[in-house]
């Protein structure tokens, strides 16, 4: 099961952890905001309007942006700037993002107003946080970001929220006229004032988001991979002899690798199955699906693991341009570019896509009565007249074929924008849709795994009269899945079944079932 998560998350100046993110990302938990932080953000945007009532013209304060840097922008039109800015960049198109996806992008950005190095005012920062606390969603669109001076165009979307315009979803999810919602909330629209339009769009705030809440995805399905992968493994009579410790860490020093294979050796542990026939068993190795189960899923591990790093370090980032330096500074610099979420969120959509494509592998094996030893084929209950798991296959073999077409990695492009001014962009936010399609149809995958390995094990009990058993955690597993889920038996509508199963996967119902046996997993 998921971790009970925090009912409220407070910004401070020192930044949030990827658990704060999830909590208000996916679980609505109240945002507050520390004095300490709020104070600091008052002492820079202090210093802020010294620098927009100077002669001297600066960047994003008193000029205009980007390729349009060069115009000193008149006191009495850098109200009428701002807000320019956030309407022409609110031009996204496309299906709306998730829920989550918009929680997530608002949060992280109110994480980097709070930390002091924006110069906006507290009123922005108050306001951006009560939007939140609200539930009200601003419609964030599909396209509009490449990933470089920030996610513009979906955090404009918020943005513009904010000034009392634009399009937002209520708490009941409901699109309504944003001054209504506000209202509603006791929210008084933003003004917005030098600096603050570009404050509010400088940051990699959507594709983290997404990346940290794919790691969070990818952390559970990596080790109900490992449970499906065990459970196949009973189910095609295969050995976990390639799976005890020595031939692992001390072997080949790959940490994943290691922690997959305990994990697989938990779930075969006191298997009645995989006992019947360790003597007099003419086959001398599985086939790799099987035998390198530890490998596929242990590299993907690392590779989370790696991305977690990554996205940590970007987590403790204060993404602005310019930027307001402790020693009063305001520097312009290119850290809004998304080049190193973009290169992990790729690479975990290659893992994410190798993972699905191995479950398949398994699948299918089972299915096949030339390679299943010993099953009807399709695990039918009466082949020929009945189709059993076939067409399960096909949809498994559709979400793999998919995700190797997601897994083309997004930052390898760039189109340049701004009239050459952003002559190298990241697709950043591609990289990240990519990912998180990748992640569903994984979480597919390893259901429909489930339901095929749980389905032959139960043939494997019934035809032996009930001597050909699951280990414990099998069993746990397969108790949980048939309380919705039934068992082997003639054709039937399987789509709602499969769905099921594919509900439990994600709530982490499977991994629990398992460690009601195994203890722990990894």
């Not at 939007?131 to 490449?146: C, D, K, M, Q």
């Not at 599985?286 to 035998?291: G, H």
Request: proline fraction near 6%; glycine fraction near 8%; aromatic fraction near 2%.
């Amino acid at each position: 099961m998921t971790a009970a998560q925090p009912h409220e998350v407070t910004l401070s100046s020192a930044g949030v952890t990827p658990e704060d993110v999830i909590a208000v990302a996916r679980h609505n938990a109240k945002v507050m905001i520390s004095a300490e932080a709020l104070a600091g953000v008052e002492r820079v945007r202090e210093h802020i309007e010294k620098l927009a009532h100077s002669e001297t013209p600066a960047y994003g304060i008193s000029t205009g942006f980007g390729a349009l840097a060069n115009r000193h922008i008149p006191a009495d039109m850098r109200t009428q700037l701002q807000k320019s800015l956030i309407r022409s960049h609110s031009a996204g198109m496309g299906p709306a993002v998730e829920r989550e996806v918009v929680r997530a992008l608002m949060f992280l950005r109110a994480k980097t107003l709070a930390s002091g190095r924006t110069g906006v005012r507290p009123v922005v920062l108050q306001t951006m946080v009560d939007v939140l606390n609200a539930g009200i969603t601003p419609v964030v669109r599909e396209f509009g970001s490449l990933g470089c001076s920030g996610d513009l165009a979906p955090l404009s979307h918020c943005a513009l929220v904010l000034m009392g315009e634009g399009e937002a979803a209520g708490p009941d999810g409901v699109i309504r006229p944003v001054p209504e919602l506000l209202a509603e909330a006791g929210i008084t629209p933003v003004e917005l004032a030098e600096k603050e339009g570009l404050a509010l769009v400088n940051g990699t705030d959507g594709m983290l988001g997404m990346l940290l809440m794919a790691i969070a995805d990818l952390s559970l399905l990596l080790t109900t991979a490992d449970i499906t992968a065990a459970l196949s493994v009973e189910g095609l009579l295969g050995t976990d002899q390639v799976f005890v410790p020595e031939l692992h860490l001390e072997l080949r020093p790959h940490p994943g690798q290691a922690a997959s294979a305990e994990n697989m050796l938990a779930v075969l542990a006191n298997s009645p199955i995989v006992a019947s026939h360790r003597v007099g068993d003419s086959r001398v190795q599985d086939a790799y699906s099987l035998r390198c189960a530890p490998q596929v899923a242990g590299a993907a591990r690392d590779t989370v693991d790696h991305a977690l790093m990554v996205a940590t370090r970007e987590l403790a980032a204060a993404i602005d341009n310019p930027v307001v330096l402790p020693d009063g500074r305001v520097s312009s610099n290119g850290n809004f570019h998304g080049a190193p979420v973009a290169y992990v969120l790729d690479f975990l959509a290659i893992v994410s896509a190798d993972v699905a494509s191995i479950a398949e592998r398994r699948t299918d094996r089972m299915l096949d009565p030339a390679r299943s030893h010993g099953l009807p084929a399709f695990l039918a209950g009466d082949p020929g007249v009945d189709s059993g798991l076939m067409i399960a296959q096909y949809t498994q073999a559709g979400l793999v074929s998919d995700s190797k077409r997601l897994a083309v990695p997004a930052s390898v492009d760039s189109i340049p924008s701004s009239a050459m001014q952003e002559d190298h962009v990241s697709m950043g936010w591609h990289a990240a849709r990519k990912l998180c399609k990748s992640v569903e149809n994984l979480r597919r995958v390893l259901a429909i795994e489930l339901v095929t390995a749980t389905r032959a094990i139960d043939m494997r009990t019934a035809m032996s009269d009930g001597v050909l058993v699951p280990g414990p955690a099998g069993a746990a597993v397969i108790e949980v899945l048939r309380a919705t889920v039934p068992g082997p038996g003639s054709d039937r509508f399987l789509s709602p079944e499969l769905e099921e199963a594919d509900r439990l996967v994600g709530s982490g119902a499977i991994r629990a079932a398992a460690e009601q046996a195994t203890g722990p997993l990894h």
